[in-house]
C-alpha cells in the first residue's frame, strides 16, 4: 500500500495515511528507444502514477554545484560519466546526397559526331563523405557504362583536400580525374538537407541533350533524281538475261605471282558485273565465290575525282563520266576493272549471239591460253667428295634430312649370309709383299667385298681386317656413274683393283664353284673353266696321297685325318660365338647319352647356332663324324669348337 505523507509529521510508520481512491499501483516505464537505440530514462512519476519530490534548484544553483567538485570522505574522487555520443556511421547512416550532372566527351574519329554528352548521377555518402558516379546503362549503346567511379574520397585539388557535401551545389562544375562534371539538379532529400545546414542552393538548369540522339530522332530525308532512261522497260526486256566472259588474271610479273582464271557476268538488266573465281581441287586457296560483288562499274570519272574516297562511299553519276556497258567487253582484248586487267579469252554461246545481233560481230574468237608446262631441269648433282659410298654422298642433295639409299629386299632375303672367299695375292715390286695372302669375300646380298689378312708369325707384318666391308669401284669407270665389281669378275687369275692395290685372285673355296655352276649365266665360259680346272689340279694330289696312306695303314691314316682336321677347324673358328654351348644343344637332343644325334636334327641345332656348315672343312668333318646314313657322330665334332 502506498501512504500519502502529511505536511508536518515524520515520515514514519502511523504518521501517514493511505488514499483510498488510488486504484493504479504499477512502476512507471524507465527504459525507451531512439533513432534505433535502447538507452534509459529517469523516471518523473513514482509508483501509482504519484510526482515524485524532487528539489527543484535554480540555475545558478545548478551551476554551481557543476562546477563544485564532490569530496569524498573514502577514496579517490571518480570522474563523472561523459555525455551521450553518437557516431557520424550511426547518425548518417544510410543518409545520401544524389545529383544529376553530365560531363562532354571528345569523339575525334567519326564524322558524323564532333561530341558526346554523357547523363551521370554523382552520389555522395554522409557516413564517410565518400562518392561515386554511376553512369545510367542504356541499351545498345555501343559504350562502357554503368559505375564509372567506384565509390570513394575524391580529391578536390593538388594538396590532398576531399570533396565535402558544402562544395556540392547546383549549377557548378567539379572536376574528378581530368573530367569535368556540370550539376544541373538534385533530389528532394539534398535540397532538404543541404538547405537545412544553411547552404543556399543555385536554381537548377536543363539537362543537355546529346546532339547525336537527338539527329537519330529525326526523320530521314529522302533523295529523288528524276531520271530521263526507262529502267522498267530494261528491266522487263532483259530480265535474267546475262553475258558471260572467260578471262585470265596474269600476275606472274610479280614475285610469288601467277596466272588464274575468273568468269565475268555482264548483267543487261541494270548493267551491273560480277566476277568470279574459278577454283580447282586441291588449289590451296579459300572457297571464295566472288572476287567483286554485283556493281556498276566505272570508266572514266571527273577530273576532280582522283581523291575521292571511294572505298568509303559510293560512287554517283556525278563522279563518273561514262560507265562500263556491254560493248566494252570484247574477247581477245584487255580489260581494266579496279586496277586489275583481265584478259577475255572466250565467252559462252548465247554471248556471241548477243553480240552477233546487237553489234553485228559474227566472229569473236575462242584463244587459247593454256600454258605448256616447261621440260623439267634435270638435277646435277655436285662432285663427288670422296667421303663414302656415292650413293650415300648424293642423298644429301635430295633431302634435307638424307635417308639411306633403298635397297632391293628381294636380293637380300635370297642371298642372305652367301658369301664367296677368295685367295689372292698382292701384286707388289716390293720382295717383302710376295708371300703376303689375303682372303676376299664378296657378300651376295649387297655386292660389297672385304678383305682379311691372315697373320703369319715372325713375318713383321700385322694381319687382321685389311678393308671392312664395303663396294668397290672397277678402274677408269665415271665418277657420276660408278661400276662395282660383281661375282662375275672373280675368276682364277683375274686382277682386282682396291683403290690402287693390285690383287690377283689364286684359289676359292668350293661354294663358289658350286655357286657358279648354278648360276652360269652370269659368269663367261671362261671364267668357269679356270675355277674347274683349278679344283682338279687341287684335288687330284690330295686323292693320290689318300691312296698311298690307304694302302699303308686304313685306321690309323682315318684317326690322324681326323685329328688334324680338328685342328684346322679349331684355329678356324677359334672366335666363333658359339663354341660355348654347342655341346650342352646336343646332349639336349641326346636322350640316351649315346654320343649320335638324327643328321636332320643335327643340321637344325648347327643352324640355330649359325654354324657355317657350307665350309670346306666343316664339310669335311661332318662326313668324317657320320655314322651310318643318319646318324652323326657329335662327340668328335664338338672337338672342334673346343680349346
Not at 586441291?282 to 571464295?288: A, I, Q, T
Request: proline share 6%; charged share 25%.
Amino acid at each position: 500500500m502506498v501512504s500519502n505523507p502529511v505536511h508536518g509529521l515524520p515520515f514514519l510508520p502511523g504518521a501517514s495515511f493511505t488514499d483510498s481512491a488510488k486504484t493504479a499501483f504499477h512502476r512507471s516505464q524507465t527504459l525507451g528507444y531512439r533513432n534505433g537505440y535502447a538507452i534509459a530514462r529517469r523516471p518523473t512519476v513514482g509508483i501509482g502514477g504519484a510526482r515524485l519530490q524532487v528539489n527543484q534548484l535554480s540555475q545558478a544553483d545548478l551551476d554551481e554545484l557543476a562546477k563544485k567538485a564532490p569530496v569524498l570522505t573514502y577514496g579517490q574522487p571518480k570522474q563523472a560519466p561523459p555525455a551521450s555520443f553518437i557516431p557520424a556511421h550511426v547518425a548518417f547512416d544510410k543518409k545520401v546526397l544524389k545529383f544529376d550532372a553530365y560531363f562532354q566527351e571528345d569523339v575525334p574519329m567519326s564524322t558524323e559526331e564532333h561530341y558526346r554528352i554523357r547523363q551521370v548521377n554523382i552520389y555522395y555518402y554522409l557516413e564517410d563523405d565518400s562518392m561515386s558516379v554511376i553512369e545510367p546503362i542504356v541499351e545498345n549503346s555501343g559504350i562502357p557504362q554503368g559505375k564509372l567511379i567506384k565509390r570513394q574520397r575524391l580529391a578536390k585539388n593538388d594538396r590532398g583536400d576531399h570533396y565535402h557535401w558544402k562544395d556540392l551545389n547546383r549549377g557548378i562544375n567539379i572536376t574528378i580525374y581530368g573530367k569535368t562534371f556540370r550539376i544541373v539538379e538534385c533530389d528532394q532529400f539534398t535540397q532538404v538537407f543541404l538547405e537545412s545546414q544553411g547552404i543556399e542552393l543555385n536554381p537548377p538548369e536543363k539537362m543537355a541533350l546529346d546532339p547525336y540522339i537527338e539527329l537519330r530522332k529525326q526523320l530521314l530525308r529522302k533523295y529523288v533524281t528524276p531520271s530521263d532512261f526507262d529502267q522498267l522497260k530494261q528491266f522487263l526486256t532483259f530480265d535474267k538475261q546475262v553475258l558471260r566472259f572467260y578471262a585470265i588474271w596474269d600476275d606472274t610479273d610479280c614475285m610469288f605471282g601467277e596466272c588464274r582464271n575468273y568468269i565475268i557476268h555482264y548483267y543487261l538488266m541494270d548493267d551491273t558485273v560480277d566476277i568470279r573465281e574459278v577454283h580447282e581441287r586441291n588449289d590451296g586457296r579459300d572457297p571464295f565465290p566472288l572476287l567483286m560483288n554485283r556493281q556498276r562499274m566505272p570508266k572514266v570519272l571527273v577530273e576532280n575525282a582522283k581523291n575521292f574516297p571511294r572505298c568509303v562511299l559510293e560512287i554517283s553519276d556525278q563522279e563518273v563520266l561514262e560507265w562500263y556497258t556491254a560493248k566494252d567487253f570484247i574477247v581477245g582484248k584487255p580489260l581494266t576493272i579496279l586496277g586489275r586487267t583481265f584478259f577475255i579469252y572466250d565467252c559462252d554461246p548465247f554471248t556471241r549471239q548477243y553480240y552477233k545481233e546487237k553489234f553485228g560481230i559474227s566472229d569473236l574468237p575462242c584463244i587459247d591460253v593454256s600454258k605448256k608446262e616447261p621440260s623439267p631441269v634435270k638435277q646435277e648433282l655436285p662432285p663427288y667428295n670422296g667421303y663414302g659410298l656415292v650413293e650415300d654422298s648424293a642423298q644429301n642433295c635430295f633431302a634435307l634430312i638424307p635417308k639411306a639409299p633403298k635397297t632391293d629386299i628381294v636380293k637380300m632375303l635370297l642371298n642372305d649370309q652367301k658369301v664367296l672367299r677368295y685367295l689372292a695375292e698382292l701384286e707388289s715390286p716390293i720382295p717383302e709383299d710376295k708371300d703376303r695372302r689375303f682372303v676376299f669375300s664378296y657378300f651376295l646380298a649387297s655386292d660389297m667385298i672385304s678383305i682379311f689378312e691372315p697373320p703369319v708369325r715372325n713375318s713383321g707384318i700385322i694381319g687382321g681386317k685389311y678393308l671392312g666391308r664395303t663396294k668397290v669401284v672397277k678402274p677408269h669407270s665415271s665418277v657420276e656413274n660408278p661400276v662395282y665389281y660383281g661375282p662375275s669378275d672373280f675368276f682364277i687369275g683375274a686382277v682386282i683393283e682396291v683403290f690402287g692395290h693390285r690383287f690377283i685372285i689364286i684359289d676359292t673355296d668350293d661354294y663358289v664353284l658350286k655357286y657358279m655352276e648354278s648360276n652360269a649365266s652370269q659368269y663367261s665360259p671362261e671364267a668357269l673353266l679356270s675355277i674347274q680346272n683349278h679344283v682338279r689340279k687341287r684335288e687330284a694330289p690330295a686323292a693320290e696321297l689318300e691312296n698311298k696312306q690307304t694302302a699303308v695303314d686304313p685306321g690309323m691314316q682315318e684317326l690322324e685325318a681326323l685329328e688334324a682336321l680338328i685342328d684346322a677347324v679349331q684355329k678356324q673358328l677359334k672366335d666363333h660365338p658359339c663354341k660355348d654351348n654347342i655341346c650342352e644343344a646336343f646332349q639336349v637332343h641326346d636322350k640316351e647319352a649315346s654320343g649320335y644325334v638324327d643328321k636332320e636334327m643335327f643340321f637344325k641345332v648347327c643352324d640355330s647356332l649359325n654354324v657355317p656348315v657350307d665350309d670346306s672343312l666343316i664339310k669335311e668333318l661332318i662326313r668324317m663324324c657320320s655314322h651310318g646314313e643318319d646318324k652323326i657322330n657329335y662327340y668328335h665334332f664338338v672337338r672342334a669348337f673346343s680349346n
